[in-house]
């Protein structure tokens, strides 16, 4: 995976068949992704075809490997999978030709060699019960490994909601005691938080895209993601929004709302409560997205979403945190009425915003809903996972 000493961008590029303008046009949607203008497409080309790739190095601990197949990808190569294959990636256990003593070696290597300068991505929850015990890799647990990686990186970047928040290892009775890289390993100098399930690729490359260009991390919230990818929510950007506003839903799957797009809100549709740009930026390469083909959106960005998001076909009304106030049944009848205009649906999702900002961990910032505009540095220091005591 290691790009060759003379290896530059463009010949790469060229090689592979992706013209130039294909890659301009890739430079082009990072910098719409991150909110930059369109400016900043030249400066983002520039620093990906001159600047040294950082090293990286990809740690897998309790988890499926959806995140490495979506970094990974099926389809035809990309500009955005170029960058992604020069990056240095000194260590990743599924993909790395090397096994056992030589990629441990491997890793060793890259962490004395690149001491502060390497970039971790974490993958996958971190089991803390049984002294480690439930996810051993070379004789060391988990937990050591994350430790003696993580803390002398450059940044984390943890990818996933399992490495963000715990994820399905850690839904209630959490048997591994399973926690985030947040919790399980205190004092990393720079953790950027990419939740999803799994995360999607678009904004990894972007997050590296950004540092490569600007020499600094995006602009995160009090949960440690990006803002130009969590600062709004699914609702906020939904397709389906102006059915939401107009009352217009979706009874049960298949019915005739259903058929023609009608807003998935009664069928359980979690996107009022939940940030992440997928309206904005799709699926597999924008071919579509959960709600687009008609699912409703589970959460599955949000912290310990499998315990407070479920039971996924209920309504935010089943969901803790969120009042008898916002009962969606009441919201077709003011939002089609011409009363009301204290309840209209936006109010109401602001009350919902706000009941479960409160249910944030003490020191949150704001809630991240004020994103136009090129991003901020980014704290520098990591900030606490969510609370247990969010948890319901
Ligand atoms: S409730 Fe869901 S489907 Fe309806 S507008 Fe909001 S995000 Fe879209
Ligand atoms: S729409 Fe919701 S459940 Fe689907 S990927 Fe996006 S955040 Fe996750």
Known sequence: MRAEPDATLRHELQARGISRRDFMGFCSGVAALLGLPGSATAQIAQALETKAKPVLVWLEFQDCAGNSESFLRA???TAADVILDLLSVDYHETIMAAAGHRAEAALAGAVRDHKGAYIVVVEGSIPTGAD?????????????????????????????????????????????SALGVAEAVPGIRTLINLPACPVNAENLTAVIAYFITFGKWPATDGLNRPLFAYGKTIHDACTRRAHFDAGQYVEQFGDAGHRIGYCLYKVGCKGPVTY??????????????PIGCGHPCIGCAEPYFWDRMSPFYAHLTGVPGFGAAADIDKIGLYATGAVAAAFTAHGLVQLG????????????????DQTSGPPAESPSSSKAAPAKGDRP
């Open 276 to 289: 992440q740009n997928c309206p904005n930026i799709g699926w597999n390469e924008n071919t579509n997205w």
């Open 132 to 176: 480690g015990a439930y996810c051993t890799i070379g004789g060391k647990s988990a937990l050591q490994i994350a430790r003696e990686v993580c803390r002398d990186a450059l940044a984390v970047i943890s990818v996933g909601t399992c490495a963000a928040f715990g994820g399905l290892p850690a839904a209630s009775p959490n048997p591994t």
């Open 353 to 368: 915003r706000r009941t479960y900002d409160r249910r944030k961990q003490a020191g949150a910032t704001a809630p991240p």
């Open 75 to 77: 389809s035809k190569p």
